[in-house]
């Protein structure tokens, strides 16, 4: 080997290691003081379509509506036992963002119960305006994930159970 080819090798192995190394940073923006964290509920502001969704609904599943953010609109059935929401593409809702971590929270079924469950995302998981570590999610209520709000609905034979219970 010659002295160009062993310089050639050493950058090469220079770009691998700071490839590596970037990999491992987290890159989720923070919100600024500006941003808007109010709490706002969204009342009964559904269309028809939101409204016969929910009803079709399967016993034991919940659904997500996203009600602001860059997929407003978007509607999400939760009819598993874990359900993991996040900016890795991976995940069962990715939201593309940078104000939303990779693995930024995960919902949980235990019977007929969700549970939202942060999982230590830079900019905080909130329920109904208030930041929570893990919270049970009541039927109309509103997630904010990132720069996302979504309101969540038990299905109909959800919400007979949990008031039976």
Known sequence: MNGNETGAVRGAEDIRRDAGAARSVDTTQTFGHDSDLSFTPFGSDLTDAELEAIAALPERAALLLVRSGPTAGARYLLDT????????????????????????????????????????????????????????LDDGAELRIGKFRLNFFLSPAGRAAVAGA
Request: aromatic share 8%; charged share 30%.
């Open 81 to 136: 036992d874990v359900t993991t929401i996040g900016r890795h593409p991976e995940a069962d809702i990715f939201f593309d963002d940078v104000t939303v971590s990779r693995r930024h929270a995960e919902v949980t079924r235990t019977g007929g119960f969700f549970e939202l469950v942060d999982q230590r995302s830079l900019n905080g998981t909130y329920v109904n305006g208030e930041r929570v570590d893990r919270a049970v």
